[in-house]
């Protein structure tokens, strides 16, 4: 009677989940020991939360799948350290605390304990002991001191620069920050303005983060972090103003087009544009100068954007062909790259191609694909070739036309071979409150003063008030502000500009190994069980912000002899956006899905099945919760099967059980290609085919899915394996095996082409041999047909796949 009963029984996620969530909290089954006798350490880090809110299904999105790898990876055997924390400073949080007319310091509190318990409900298998926040001054006394050993080392200083300012936010953003000329977080349209700012020398690093060697991580990263950089050889040279005491320096990767210069491009910023412009030109120049200020560097270069530029009524003289051709500006041209001047060549560049057609200027041809010249060109020619109308260097190839300019322009003293980079250093500064303080004074005395390390951490005060208008509240606070100087203890002023977030997080996954230490930013001791990072999980959109910084640092703190790590983590997976309604699913655009009420409805497994299984988990998806109800489907149907009478008498029926073992093949593989929507998948098939089963082989099988399903939904699995009879956790057992000649296919389908054309299919046992298979692709009458009665040259078969008749 008491089997009838458990057949019967409702599957209720409501009664199941709280009550494993309260004894793996009792049992601790999540805390990782840093040793564990005959096991490998696995760190598995995915990114931190801004707890400017809740989460939401996007976060769902981002955590619950690297939360599976991590739960089947101890199934594999590892020691796996799950850590997670929050990154608490920054815009997000003060601006949500401002929106919501709220300091920012309880508001950020409230939200970390709501994010713990919907962590929590989750089944999220965090050790929550290692848990970091980095408002906190236990964390933020070692960004202070990170900075203070940068500025000893000449890694970070402070300087004047041209800075992108969002007059809303009232902060200073980073380049990657501006998006079409809007601040990315409010989308306010940004200014440019000059202030003293604090830098990261992240410039001495271009060329080591330039390689990533030995690292696993997607090709797309790697190429936008390459792009970012910007590494380009080439030549500096320099064009003499006529008129004036001054010479236009500039950069080229083309030294050998440059007898195709026909007019100078100087950047709105550059210093020479007041200089040189004439009378007759200076409210012009002076105009567009200051909308070009207004523009952000990303959107001044997009490729497809018109060009746009002023003459500015000066000339220089081509040093090669003593030719005197126009000075214009315009915006395309960047002062923080290069020189911040160019020579256009607009036969052989695209940007000064499509500038010297709306202006009316000359395009002459110096490069050609064999030598042959042309009088007119309908696009540009960005390609190698033979120089042509060149003087001396005609018939010279690019490749030996570009050494031979550059050294014949270091011999007359007018320029010389060189390297530039895109990448610039790393504004750290923010005029904002909620974030670390800078630990330096400013002394009429003795000038800029680093506070000393036995006086950290510079403690954020709580009693800021925020003006509706914006601004930095932190200078308004007189307590803070005014001070002594450490070095001669006359009166001081503390600085008020606040790290960058980025800051933040660019050293977490070093904390984590212990956060508890109050005498070094990390215990080196349990640091060098467990790093680099094995495995790090996070969005795209943080390539060349978060990841190029986190290895900047990485490196940064190497050469201090803080680290003995090269690169931060060795592997990194990237998942998709979730989008609704257009766009990208985040707290600060509104558009946000809570979780919870999926929770109260399905239950955390169901949820969390179908945010794994919405398609390709590195693509995102558009949110859409239709699909859920299937899911929750299949989890009753599990429910039913596990709970249904074992019958492990009677005979094995093998074709159920090849079904069993390919599926277990199946998962494996697709948790480590992070393809959870296709193991999902299978083991559905696995539950519809288990469902007609009977016998050892139904019982085994459904064991078998309890364990495969335990990483994907963590508490009806712990509720089955122990209503089977199982001891201790699910989550502690060994993962399945599987017998490879089980999980081979028993027929494959075979492709047949003839000279690379596919002219047939057919169908054929697994292990049929190359004879068998080939005698039966060439008995094909499509195959024969396609022969015309020839006989074939040779032909080509790979085993369980493939034919290749080849005639020729």
């Not at 020691?79 to 300091?103: C, R, W």
Request: proline fraction near 6%; charged fraction near 25%; hydrophobic fraction near 40%.
């Amino acid at each position: 009677m008491a089997v009838a009963k458990e057949r019967t029984e409702r599957y209720d996620p409501a009664t199941i989940e709280p009550k494993w969530q309260q004894e793996w909290a009792r049992s601790g089954l999540h805390e990782t020991p840093d040793t564990v006798e005959g096991k490998k350490n696995f760190y598995y880090l995915t990114m931190f939360p801004y707890p400017s809110g809740v989460l939401h299904v996007g976060h769902w999105y981002a955590f619950a799948p690297p939360d599976a790898v991590a739960r089947h990876l101890r199934m594999r055997g590892y020691n796996v350290l799950f850590p997670m924390g929050f990154d608490a400073f920054g815009l997000p949080a003060e601006n949500s605390a401002i929106k919501n007319d709220a300091h920012p310091a309880p508001w950020t509190d409230q939200n970390m304990a709501r994010m713990r318990e919907q962590f929590r409900r989750m089944g999220a298998a965090i050790d929550w002991r290692r848990e970091v926040v980095t408002c906190y001054p236990d964390y933020y006394r070692w960004n202070q001191w990170i900075f203070l050993k940068l500025l000893e080392n000449g890694l970070a200083y402070r300087a004047k620069a041209p800075v992108n300012w969002c007059p809303k936010d009232q902060t200073v953003l980073a380049n990657e920050q501006v998006i079409q000329g809007r601040c990315e977080r409010c989308e306010t349209p940004v200014i440019r303005r000059d202030l003293e700012q604090w830098f990261f020398r992240i410039t001495k690093y271009a060329d080591e983060l330039l390689s990533f060697e030995g690292l696993d991580w997607p090709e797309r990263v790697k190429v936008m972090q390459t792009n970012w950089i910007g590494r380009s050889e080439g030549a500096e040279l320099g064009f003499p103003v006529e008129g004036h005491d001054a010479t236009i320096r500039f950069f080229t990767t083309r030294p050998d087009t440059i007898y195709g210069t026909t007019f100078m491009v100087l950047a709105p910023e550059h210093a020479l544009v007041e200089k040189v412009t004439t009378p007759d030109k200076r409210t012009e120049v002076a105009a567009y100068v200051e909308r070009a200020r207004n523009t952000g560097e990303i959107e001044r270069t997009t490729a497809e954007r018109e060009k746009t530029g002023v003459f500015t009524g000066a000339y220089a003289r081509n040093v090669f062909t003593g030719e005197r051709i126009p000075i214009w500006i315009a915006d395309y041209v960047l002062a923080t790259y290069g020189t911040g001047a160019i020579m256009a060549v607009p036969a052989h560049d695209e940007r000064d191609f499509a500038f010297a057609r709306k202006f009316g200027l000359e395009i002459r041809e110096v490069i050609s694909v064999d030598g042959t010249e042309h009088a007119t060109l309908s696009e540009a020619y960005v390609g190698d070739g033979l120089m042509v109308r060149s003087g001396p260097f005609t018939g010279l190839s690019s490749a030996d036309g570009k050494k031979a300019i550059a050294d014949d322009a270091k011999r007359r003293g007018i320029g010389r071979p060189s390297v530039t980079y895109r990448l610039r250093d790393w504004l750290i500064s923010r005029q904002r409150y909620w974030g670390t303080p800078i630990p330096v004074v400013y002394c009429d005395a003795d000038g800029i003063v680093p506070v000393p390390y036995d006086q950290l951490p510079v403690v954020l005060p709580r009693d800021a008030k925020f003006d509706p208008q914006g601004g930095n509240p932190l200078a308004r606070v007189e307590s803070f502000v005014n001070t002594t100087c450490p070095k001669c203890g006359k009166p001081a002023r503390r600085e008020t500009d606040t790290l960058d977030t980025f800051m933040d997080s660019s050293w977490y996954m070093y904390r984590y190994v212990d956060p508890t230490i109050e005498s070094a930013f990390m215990n080196k001791e349990i640091g060098r069980r467990w790093l680099p990072v094995d495995m790090y999980a996070g969005g795209i959109e943080h390539a060349i912000l978060h990841l190029l910084y986190m290895r900047f640092v990485c490196k940064g703190l190497r050469d201090l002899g803080e680290l003995w790590i090269d690169e931060p983590a060795l592997r990194l997976r990237n998942q998709g956006t979730i989008v609704f309604g257009g766009r990208k699913m985040s707290k600060s655009r509104g558009n946000v899905r809570s979780p919870d009420v999926y929770v109260e409805r399905y239950g955390a497994d169901t949820l969390r099945l179908f945010m794994m299984f919405l398609g390709p988990w590195s693509e995102g998806a558009d949110w859409d919760a239709s699909g859920i109800d299937g899911c929750h489907r299949f989890l009753r149907r599990v429910w039913e099967l596990g709970l249904s009478p074992g019958e492990l008498s009677g005979a094995r029926d093998v074709a159920v059980d090849r079904v069993v073992h390919r599926t277990v093949k199946k998962v494996t593989e697709d948790i480590d290609d992070y393809s959870f929507n296709t193991a999902i998948a299978a083991m559905m098939e696995l539950a519809n085919t288990l469902m007609k089963a009977s016998g050892p082989s139904r019982a085994d099988g459904v064991s078998t899915l309890v364990l495969l399903l335990a990483p994907f939904a963590p508490y009806v699995s712990e509720e089955l394996w122990h209503r089977r009879g199982g001891s201790d956790s699910v989550h502690r057992q060994p993962w399945p095996a599987y017998d490879a000649a089980l999980a081979a296919a028993e027929r494959v389908t075979i492709v047949v082409q003839v000279d690379g054309r596919v002219r047939d299919r057919f169908e054929a046992p697994a292990a049929t041999g190359q004879a068998e298979l080939e005698r039966l692709a060439l008995a094909s009458p499509k195959v024969r047909a396609a022969l015309g009665g020839a006989a074939p040259a040779r032909v080509i078969v790979v085993p369980g796949r493939l034919v290749s008749v080849v005639t020729k």
